[in-house]
């Protein structure tokens, strides 16, 4: 069970976000876009404190995801498995017999 004091805020200042309300919204934000780290999200949205804008700074190139890496929340299940290889064979050419 996790246990909040209610904060007073101040004209102008945002309420601060809970990590575990972050924590799902970034997962969200994952799920769309398994190309950037979750920390990059992370950041993104304590700043936005809004799945769609953070969507919508993905799209507009706001943020960038580093070239060639797709980044997922670590899970219990294993990867799935690649099927085996198939083997070819090529049939032999037929034996002639001349007698």
């Known amino acids: 069970m996790e246990v909040t ?3 007073r805020v101040g004209p102008g200042e945002a309420a601060p976000v809970q990590t575990s309300q972050l924590d799902a919204m ?3 934000v994952q ?3 398994p190309r ?3 920390q990059l999200i992370v950041e993104d ?3 936005t404190r809004s799945v769609e804008i953070t969507i919508e700074n993905l799209l507009d190139g706001r943020l960038v995801a580093p070239p060639g ?3 997922r929340e670590e899970t ?3 990867p799935p498995a690649s099927p085996p290889p198939t083997q070819t064979t090529t049939p032999s050419p037929p034996r002639l017999d001349t007698k």
């Open 76 to 78: 219990s299940q294993p």
């Open 45 to 47: 949205l304590r700043i």
């Open 36 to 38: 950037f780290p979750m």
């Open 31 to 33: 799920q769309l876009f």
């Open 26 to 28: 970034a997962r969200q």
């Open 69 to 71: 890496r797709v980044f």
């Open 5 to 7: 004091h209610p904060q």
